[in-house]
Each structure stands twice: as C-alpha cells, then as structure tokens.
C-alpha cells in the first residue's frame, strides 16, 4: 500500500504542477448580472483574500511538506450575498465542466415564508433553491418579498471531514486524505465505481462523464500547496469564505478569530463525519 | 462529452421536485446495478435450498439438489459482469482484488465472492461430482469425454472408501457454505445498509432483509426451473418434490415480509428527520414498484396462492397445484426483481437534501440500459442450459408420486 500512496502523491504533485501553471494565466470575470440579480446585495468589495499569498510562497512547491500544513475553511453565512462569483471561480480554475449538473461548490438560497395568518407557528414554510449552482446569481424568489420571513445564501463544498465515509468506501482507495488534511481523489487510479458519490452525505461528489472518475472539492489542492488561496475564497467580494492553515501562526490567525468570534457549527454533525469545514450562522433548515 | 447525457439530465432538470443537491440529478447507479443483488441473491437462495438436502437431509428435494447447485454456479459466475459493465474504467476492476482498500464494502466483496466461488460452490461440485466424472469419462465420447476427464483431475479412484472421503467432504463444505451463503448476500445487503449518507439504505437490517430476499428469490427461481426444465425434457414432475419447495417458499416470504415490515414500522416510529421524504419516495415516485409490484403482486398476492394450495395440496389435482405454483413463483421473483429496484434506483431518486426528488429516465439501447440489464439477466439461464447439458442428464422418473408435467 505504501507504494500506492508514493504513486499517488507523485500524481497529485504532477497533477499540481499542470493546473498551477494553468491557474497562472486564468482570470477571474465578474458577471454583470449576477449583482443584479442577487436577493440580498450587500456592500461591494474588490476581490481580496483573507491571507494574502506571499510572491516566494507561490514558487514552493518542489519544497512543499504535507505535514507542515493543516488547511482548513469556515464561512460566514451572514456574509455570503449569492453573488455566484465563487462558483464561476472553481469552475474556471478547476476546468468543472459548465453543464449546471456538475459543481464542486455551490451556493444555495434558503427562503423562509411567514407563517400563515392566524397561524402559532413562529415560521412557514421554507423555500431552497439553486439555479444553477448560484453561479449566474440568483433571479428574484418565487416567495413575494412581502411573504419572505428571512432569506439567506448558504455555500456548500466539500466538508473535508476527518471521518470521510467517501475514504472509507472507495474499493480501491483512491480517494485519500492527505497529510494537510484534504481530501482528493486519484482519476489515475479511481475505477469509477461511483461508491464514494453515494457514501458522501452533503452531494459534493459527481461522476465526471469525460473521464468517468470521481470528482469533487481539491480546496485548489494545486493552489494552497503555491501559497495560494482558492479560486473561491480569492474571488469572495464579502470576504465570506475564511481559509487558513492551522500549523502556520500567520496564516491561521484570521480563521482562528473567527471561530472564536462566532458560534460554529458544521453540517450532519449525526453522521459523525467531523467535517473540517465549518460554519457561522447557519439556520436550522441547513442540511 | 456524450450529449444524450446532458440531453438526458437538462430533462431530467425541468422535472425535479423540490430541491436537490445540484450533483444529485444523475443516478450514478443505473438499471444494470438492480441486476447484480438480484443475480447475487438468487445464488444464495438456491444454494441453501440445495443445503437443506445435504445438511438438513430434507430428502424430498433430493430431485433439484444438483439443478440447485448448478442455478447457483450459473448466477454466480454472471453475477459480477453488472458490475463491470458499470464501471467507469472496467479496465481498473482488478485493483479492487490486487491493491483492495479493506475499510471498503465493496472490495472485501471481491473476497466473499471469491471465498464463495472457490472455497464452497466448486469445492461442492467437485467432490460430489467426482463419481460422476470418472463413470462419464468412461462411457461419453468427442468432447465430452475430455471435459469430462479434466474435471477428474486427474483423481479416478472411485473405491468404497474414496466415495466415503467424498461424501463426507462435501457435508462438511455445505456447512461452511451455509453461512458463507448467509455472508454472500448479506455483505451485498451491508454494502447498501453502510451508506450512512442514504437513510433509504442505511439500515442495520438491510443485509437480514438481503438475506431473506434472497431466500425467497433463490426458492421461487429454483421451483420456476423444476417445472420448466419437466417440460422442455418432457420428465414427470415429482410432486412431494415441489410441494416441498412451496412449502419452503412459504415460509421464507413470511419471514421476508415480516422482516421487511419490521423495517418500515421502526422506520414510521422512530420518525426520524429523513421519514417525510421516504414516505413520499415510496408512496409517490415507488408506487407502481414498491406497493402494487413489490407489496401486492410480489407479497402479499403470493402469499394468498401458497397459503391457499399448500394446506389444499392433497385434494387439488396436480395440474392445478403445478399452475399456482408457477404463477406464485414468477410473481415473487417480479416482485423480488422490484424490491432490487425500489432499493438501488428509489435510494438515488431523493436527494440527500431531503428536499427533493430527481427522475430516472431508462434507456433502452446503450451501455446502462433495459437491453444490457435483460441481457444480463438472461445470460445466467444461458450458463445454466451449458451446465445442465453436461451435468445434469435427463432423470429417470423413479418417484411414485410423480405425474407428467402439465
């Protein structure tokens, strides 16, 4: 087996090298529209990171230790205004194909009705939806603005649990965590068998129908390891996704007082899964 | 990439109900994955029917021992080809078996699989075959006489004392392989009742109700194939035998049904957060296969059948029993069949959202499709009427209570 874990650190490094040179010539095209369209604007800011990479980091890798990292993400609810940029980031940078049946993060909008006249009910019903994965913004409710108790966005990707059921399934294991604590798949050496897509409680993974492999969530694996943020925490106007690496004092710093500052929670605690991504402000219709 | 996929899903996309999660609109596994616990099943439901002559001497099943075996063979040496044919890169398959991830279901599969194939099926065969092989490669000429020889291996001892050694071997091997028949269709059960993600499937009775549903399925199969292979070989049918079978069949669709209906009475009662979308998922997108199909034509009409001709076996004329023995059995492999498809595709209709329903569009022609999953359940019977044409001669009709076939 440990032959089979060089193999796949040696792919990941490869496969690192390709996209990181890719992800050098990308930029990121904010959509007109999609502020437009969003349920609840919010103040506008430019594209900044919470950790900005530093120019010597990004040119690392060749001296990149897995185990001096742990990367971690938490979010900030209340921040995220739908804006869509974050999906259209991960897809550009991490070449998802565009069909809207296929995401590795996504945002989804949770509309909670009053409750009904004469009602003792503190809430009604509640309306989720994601065109699209959020990615071209969202067009107004269905629910009339004068129905709409609350309404908010809420983005998803992979958990990146300690206790991922998707490792723990896959026949051949293919998909592992990595020192740094991410979880990625192998396409070099999954079979296809879609086993991990049904182990993963929170829809993250998908079967790439080009080459009929899993796919899902690297954290921009080829980024992070440059000293780089994220397509998607990069591209964040409301600085609403919060990345760090807990081994690193620096780096850490903004994550760690956020969760200090916020009551956390993360998604399907049930399942046991112990995600790593966490969140600030969730509602309890968030699944 | 294919475009009638995204044609497919795009369609699929302007029927979804609700919310799902957006990767949740492809049902990864398709119409062919229903084929493979249902092959798998089948194996182990005619294994322990053939078990309870040579463990438990039920001697009135002696007639079907060898077909049982030989069904079981069959089903088993097709049953992981759904699987292939699934994969994304079959090519890969043998990783599952040379560098298999053990904290995954479905590669200690491979292992029972092959425990079950070498260690008890042929073992089985062999040893209580072997007679058989040395008299054929004795007497059979052309081709038959050299398959024949081969399958000696090379041993011609047919002494007292050898046939003994025989005998004795294959006893003990149909003990080991009642559990490992047991554990062959209960692990396929545990890799669906594992899925923690999946509150359709998730389930600590999942691999008990795998168990029984291969029981059922194994003995309805087993009974259709007595009375078919009486006809196409124009051979009496013995009656005591068949009874027997209903019998046996009776019992464990009680079992089964009472297991299955344990299952949604902890489910309604617990209620757990998951119930509202399971409830709709089987009264709504399930009707036709789980409650008129599964419940009603594959259950409960059966039972009546049974129920009714079993205590009426002496006093209803042959022809009659042999017709609602049919007819009870072809009902409950249909309905076993739909239990196979209310299980894989109906836990992969409803998000893990638990807000929402996707659709499953079959295909008929294609990779995935109607045609691929027919053939598939075809070509056992194929290996089968092979095995049968070498193994399993033509009987002599010796038992008294025998009649001709209908």
């Known amino acids: ?287 | 990439m294919n475009p009638d996929l995204i044609t497919s899903l795009t369609e699929a996309l302007a029927h979804v109900q609700g919310y799902i999660y957006p990767n949740d609109i492809s049902l990864v596994w398709s119409v062919v994955i229903v084929v493979y616990p249902y092959l798998t099943g089948l194996v182990a439901g005619a294994f322990i029917l053939a078990s309870l002559v040579r463990v438990f001497h039920v001697r009135a099943l002696e007639p079907i021992y060898r077909l049982s075996l030989l069904t079981a063979l069959a089903f088993l040496l097709v049953a992981p080809l759904p699987l292939l044919f699934h994969l994304g890169h079959p090519e890969r398959s043998y990783e599952v078996m040379i560098t298999p991830h053990t904290t995954s279901p479905m590669a200690v599969f491979g292992f029972v699989y092959a425990w079950y194939l070498m260690a008890v099926l042929l073992l089985e065969l062999w040893f209580d075959y072997r007679r058989d092989f040395v008299a054929w490669s004795r007497t059979a000429t052309g081709l038959k006489r050299l398959v024949y020889r081969l399958l000696t291996l090379g041993v011609f001892d047919v002494s007292e004392k050898a046939l003994h050694l025989d005998e004795r071997m294959g006893k003990a091997i149909t003990v080991i392989g009642i559990p490992s028949a047991f554990l062959l269709h209960g692990y396929v059960g545990f890799i669906f009742g594992s899925v923690k993600a999946n509150p359709w499937w998730g389930t600590v009775l999942m691999p008990i109700i795998f168990i029984f549903s291969a029981m059922v399925s194994g003995i309805a199969l087993l009974m259709f194939l007595y009375l078919a292979v009486s006809r196409l070989r124009k051979t009496p049918v013995d009656m005591a035998c068949l009874n027997t079978i209903g019998m046996f069949l009776f019992y464990a669709l009680v079992l089964d049904a009472a297991i299955e209906s344990l299952d949604w009475i902890h489910r309604l009662y617990e209620a757990e957060e998951s119930v509202d979308v399971l409830v709709l998922l089987a009264a709504g997108k399930l009707f036709y296969s789980f409650l008129l199909v599964q419940v009603l034509m594959g259950t409960l009409v059966p039972l009546g059948l049974l129920g009714t001709a079993l205590p009426l076996q002496r006093r209803l004329p042959p022809q009659v029993l042999q017709r609602i023995y049919l007819a009870s059995s072809l009902l409950i492999m249909t309905g076993i069949l739909a239990m196979r498809w209310n299980v894989v595709i109906g836990g992969q209709l409803f998000s893990k959202s638990l807000r929402g329903f996707t659709t499953y569009k079959l295909e008929f022609i294609g990779h995935e499709s109607v045609f691929t999953a027919g053939l598939l359940m075809l070509l056992p019977f194929g290996v089968l009427w092979l095995l049968t044409h070498f193994f399993w001669p033509p009987q002599k009709a010796s038992a008294t209570s025998a009649v001709p076939s209908s």
């Not at chain 1, 065109?131 to 107004?140: H, R, V």
């Not at chain 1, 956390?264 to 046991?272: D, F, R």
Request: proline share 10%; charged share 20%.
């Open chain 1, 1 to 287: 087996m440990n032959t089979h874990l060089i193999n796949r650190r040696q792919a990941i490094g490869g496969l690192g090298k390709v996209l990181g040179g890719m992800a050098a010539i990308i930029h990121f095209h904010p959509c007109p529209a999609i502020a437009e369209n969003a349920l609840a604007p919010g103040p506008k800011k430019s594209v900044s990171s919470n950790t900005p990479p530093s120019p010597a980091a990004a040119q690392s890798l060749p001296n990149y230790d897995p185990t001096a990292h742990d990367w971690t993400m938490a979010i900030d609810v209340e921040k995220c205004i739908g804006c869509g940029l974050c999906v259209e980031a991960c897809k550009q940078e991490n070449k998802v194909i565009r069909q809207p049946f296929y995401f590795r993060t996504w945002i989804e909008r949770y509309v909670i009705r009053k409750p009904e006249a004469g009602s003792s009910e503190m809430r009604g019903e509640t309306v989720v939806d994601s065109p699209n994965g959020g990615m071209d913004g969202f067009p107004p409710s269905a629910v009339p603005p004068s129905e709409i108790l609350k309404a908010f966005f809420v983005p998803k990707l992979c958990n990146h649990c300690k206790d991922s059921p998707c490792i723990q399934s896959c026949p051949v294991g293919a998909t592992f965590d990595t020192p740094d604590g991410v979880v990625l798949v192998d396409p070099k050496y999954c079979i296809g068998c879609g086993f991990c897509i049904q182990a993963c409680p929170y829809g993250c993974r998908f079967l790439n129908p080009v080459t009929r492999t899993a796919e899902k969530c690297t954290l921009c694996y080829h980024r992070i390891t440059r000293g780089l943020n994220p397509a998607c925490v990069e591209v964040c106007p409301t600085s609403a996704r919060f990345f760090g690496d807990l081994k690193d004092p620096v780096k850490a710093e903004p994550l760690r007082r956020f969760v200090s500052e916020h009551k956390v929670q993360v998604l399907k605690p049930h399942l046991g899964t112990h995600p790593k991504l966490l969140y600030a402000g969730l509602d309890k219709e968030v699944r």
